[in-house]
């Protein structure tokens, strides 16, 4: 039998979802049960802090999306921005909107995700807030992480003769969304339809269950690289290109022989008749690593695993572009996900 909310109310509610939160961080000095989650960092650290709003319909459907899965994703794309900065990650709050429609076993497996998260990445969930929502489910997490003082990176840092990195491969998550979509979609109207993934499983994890990339930012600090400018792409690769080159005033050329592709992202762009370059230059969702390297550090950059140098930055007045395969200069432009 299925709990009302209402028969706990807010206190009672937050104590059942944040009953014997393990402590991860020697800064956590006080977490869930006050009016403050009090944190304490050691001198010669900079505090990084970003947050992200999440809203049903509008991010995610729960058509598809299993709550555990959209807990572990909301607390995972919040890591992933303090990644972004070079930083780690070290305490979430996390704030809820619910309609009457959910049910506290509803939010006991969103919290099931977000704690899965928090363990996985070492980071101490130490509050937040819940409210009556009319609009469905609203997420909102604020991440706080740290940084060693004067080491956090900007997406401001980049020269013109500066590489440009990435992550993993790009365009997976867009593909799994489609797919994801299209099984909805023949789904329509039977009662006992099987969605069919065989062989795309690959896809479909990149959408409902994303990793932040912790272990490219230990890779870069073992290896004594450290990125000019970074940013991580979570509304597409040409966008990111663009903040990047916005903020540090260059231009860009980015070779589209170099983009790092999965094969099942390849084979699901073929069945469904969409460009794959265009998928992977904006699908967005992928929360792989965009980063620019010094020129030296070409040699030490390309040794890294899971690490492809995909172009180089330019000076501002020649403009972001893509370098077809024919040598051909196509103007970048910014396609991916826009939040208003």
Request: hydrophobic share 40%; charged share 25%; proline share 3%.
């Amino acid at each position: 039998m299925e709990t009302e909310i209402s028969s706990l109310g807010e206190f009672g509610l937050i104590d059942r979802l944040t009953a014997e939160l393990p402590k991860l961080n020697d800064s956590t000095i006080k977490s869930v049960g006050d009016d403050a989650a009090v944190i304490r960092y050691e001198s010669k650290r900079d505090v990084l802090v970003s947050t992200d709003m999440l809203l049903e319909g509008i991010h995610f459907d729960l058509t598809y999306v299993p709550l555990k899965h959209l807990g572990y994703k909301a607390a995972v794309v919040n890591f992933s921005d303090i990644y972004a900065m070079n930083g780690t990650p070290r305490q979430l709050v996390v704030g809820l909107g619910v309609s009457t429609r959910f049910t506290v076993e509803h939010l006991e497996e969103l919290y099931a995700g977000l704690r899965l998260a928090c363990e996985v990445y070492g980071v101490d969930l130490v509050g937040g807030d819940t409210t009556a929502s009319r609009a469905g489910l609203v997420i909102s997490a604020t991440v706080i992480g740290d940084v060693e003082e004067g080491k956090a990176v900007h997406r401001s840092g980049a020269k013109p003769t500066d590489l440009i990195c990435v992550s993993g491969d790009l365009g997976a998550a867009y593909m799994g969304l489609q797919l994801l979509e299209r099984e909805k979609a023949a789904s329509a109207g039977q009662k006992d339809f099987v969605p069919d993934f065989s062989g795309k499983e690959y896809l479909v994890e990149r959408q409902l269950k994303p990793e932040a990339r912790r272990d490219i930012i230990k890779e870069l600090a073992d290896a004594g690289i450290t990125p000019t400018s970074m940013i991580d792409v979570s509304d597409g690769l040409s966008s990111e290109l663009m903040h990047l080159c916005k903020a540090s005033k260059t231009g860009c050329r980015v070779y589209e022989d170099r983009i790092p592709i999965d094969y099942q992202t390849a084979v699901m762009a073929e069945e469904l008749n969409m460009n794959l370059v265009t998928a992977a230059m904006n699908g967005g969702e992928d929360y792989e690593l965009l980063f620019t390297v010094p020129l030296t550090a070409h040699e030490a950059v390309s040794q890294l695993k899971g690490v492809r140098v995909i172009g180089h930055m330019s000076p501002e007045d020649q403009g972001c572009a893509l370098i077809g395969r024919n040598g051909e200069e196509l103007p970048l432009k910014a396609q991916g996900f826009t939040h208003l």
